[in-house]
Antibody, heavy 126, light 108 residues
Framework: EVQLVQSGAEVKKPGESLQISCKAS????????IGWVRQMPGKGLEWMGI????????TYSPSFQGQVTMSADKSISTAYLQWSSLKASDTATYYC???????????????????WGQGTTVTVSS | SSELTQDPAVSVALGQTVRITCQGD??????ATWYQQKPGQAPVLVIY???SRPSGIPDRFSASSSGNTASLTITGAQAEDEADYYC???????????FGGGTKLTVL
């Protein structure tokens, strides 16, 4: 079974660092892009960026460039989303999802984000 | 701000047909994909490419596009279709993606 399992909920203070994870199983981790999506409480979905675990190529949304870092460890089929200094406005649920696509920046074909993790809730509060 | 615009809320009577729309200039160049999200759950892909459904998605879900508007149609809406629906497409650069603001569908 293809699945993405995310790390558990986190409660942090402003200024602290954090890394959340997304572990893939049931498919070839290095040949599918992984995307990250933010959902603030009661709000809609926001596309944060994507990473290709095969070579760690990344593309960030301008809204998140410099605010977070995406990475991947091929040896354990796990993608990560990292903050160096959290803000209260980072409070949200974060989802990882597999992109069913091909080519650089999915330019050959794009069939959507077909498998999603269960989400990781991050609460930042003093 | 989102480059894709959706109506915040739409309602439909049980068994009737409803269309959820998504507008954006980038839709003249790129297809929209559509996601369904129920409360407390992760989104689920319901339509991709021009009008394709992943396995397990009922055929009452379909999509179309004209000019700068993409549409998701549910023909014969069921109670279990009550959810938030998001369109998603590449932005004007073509290298990044953006979500619409979402439409809350109520089935009466």
């Amino acid at each position: 079974e293809v699945q993405l399992v995310q790390s558990g909920a986190e409660v942090k203070k402003p200024g602290e660092s954090l890394q959340i994870s997304c572990k893939a199983s049931g498919y070839s981790f290095t040949t599918y892009w992984i995307g990250w999506v933010r959902q603030m409480p009661g709000k809609g979905l926001e596309w944060m960026g994507i990473i290709y675990p095969g070579d760690s190529d990344t593309t960030y949304s301008p809204s998140f460039q410099g605010q977070v870092t995406m990475s991947a460890d091929k040896s354990i089929s796990t993608a990560y989303l990292q903050w160096s200094s959290l803000k209260a406005s980072d409070t949200a649920t974060y989802y990882c999802a597999r992109l069913d696509c091909s080519g650089s920046s999915c330019n050959y074909y794009y069939y959507g984000m077909d498998v999603w993790g269960q989400g990781t809730t991050v609460t930042v509060s003093s | 701000s989102s480059e894709l615009t959706q109506d915040p809320a739409v309602s439909v009577a049980l068994g009737q047909t409803v269309r959820i729309t998504c507008q954006g200039d980038n839709l003249r160049s790129y297809y929209a994909t559509w996601y369904q999200q129920k409360p407390g759950q992760a989104p689920v892909l319901v339509i991709y490419s021009k009008n394709s459904r992943p396995s397990g998605i009922p055929d009452r879900f379909s999509a179309s596009s004209s000019g700068n508007t993409a549409s998701l149609t549910i023909t014969g809406a069921q109670a279990e279709d009550e959810a938030d629906y998001y369109c998603h497409s590449r932005d004007i650069s073509g290298y990044r993606w953006v979500f619409g603001g979402g439409t809350k569908l109520t089935v009466l």
